[in-house]
């Protein structure tokens, strides 16, 4: 596996785990306000 594509698939995972982790947070405070 090239590095390229080892860094392309962390940066995936890593774009997703922050979505999965914020948007609740994210719908809480869009509530709130």
Do not use: E, Q
Request: charged letters at 10%; hydrophobic letters at 50%.
């Amino acid at each position: 596996m090239t590095d390229v594509l080892l860094n392309f698939i962390a940066g995936g995972v890593g774009g997703s785990c922050t979505v999965i982790v914020g948007h609740p947070f994210d719908t809480v405070k869009v509530n709130l306000l």
